[in-house]
């Protein structure tokens, strides 16, 4: 079955999780993960730290744990302008935790063979919530990524068991990383897995979504997953 289209301001009836009114909550929090990884960029630009690729940076802000996993230092710093990937999903009151916990740990090891991804980030928010940030150099990297089999195995097996519904932005940074441009949005892909059969669309802006300066998340409970 092919995906639904979604005119740009199309709320449909019965799929929550692709209202257009989620553009707003989600860009604060890509803006709040991209504020991460320019900070560390930046540091690392004028050689207050150093950073190696594959390398795993974590820390906590109020409690709440935030990730970086720096693929391809170089490329972030050196790369005028970037694709990103934004994960959101509305993840179960029963989800298996272990079970998804697992299957990220080895779609993180995986990126080492695709290197197109730079990097990959991640907040947690209240309730085991996370959301997602992936930076990668072309759109070609993406597919070759969902190509995997750990990533088919996520797509196919897991995400139905774990989440109520997912939905993926796909955009860009001009820029890059360490200059001043925002996440823009260019289309969105969602997945409803408490209809059956699973409900899909795909919406393709006509211009951009963007935020117009990075926003401090409100820290909730809803619509954000890793």
């Known amino acids: 079955m092919k995906p639904t289209c979604l005119a740009p301001e ?3 009836e019965g799929h929550p999780c692709a209202d257009p009114a989620n553009y707003q909550s989600d860009h604060a929090l890509l803006a709040y993960l ?3 990884l320019r900070s560390l960029m930046r540091r690392c630009r004028k050689g207050e ?22 693929c391809d230092p170089r490329a972030l710093l050196e790369s005028p302008i970037v694709n990103v990937v934004g994960f959101f999903g509305e993840r179960r009151i ?3 935790v272990v079970c998804l916990d697992n299957v990220e740990v080895d779609l993180l090891a995986e990126f080492r063979n695709y290197p197109g991804i730079m990097s990959y980030s991640s907040v947690e928010l209240v309730d085991h919530h996370w ?4 930076v990668h150099s072309k759109p070609d990297d993406r597919q070759a990524w969902r190509g995997s089999s750990v990533h088919k195995h996520a797509v196919a097996t897991i995400a139905p068991q774990v989440y109520h519904s997912v939905r993926i932005h796909n955009g860009c940074i001009r820029g ?6 925002h ?18 669309a795909i919406r393709i802006l006509t211009k951009p979504a963007t935020a117009d300066k990075p926003l401090e998340p409100t820290i909730t409970g809803t619509r954000t997953d890793r």
């Open 183 to 200: 996440v823009e949005i260019e289309t969105t892909k969602y997945w409803d897995y408490d209809v059956s059969p699973t409900w899909e």
């Open 131 to 134: 959301a997602n940030l992936v």
């Open 176 to 181: 890059g990383v360490t200059g001043v441009g």
């Open 34 to 36: 991209l504020q991460d």
């Open 10 to 12: 199309e709320k449909p």
């Open 49 to 70: 730290i150093t950073i190696e690729p594959h390398e795993v940076l974590t820390w906590e802000v109020h409690g709440l744990q935030r990730r970086v996993v720096m």
């Open 94 to 96: 029963n989800a298996d």
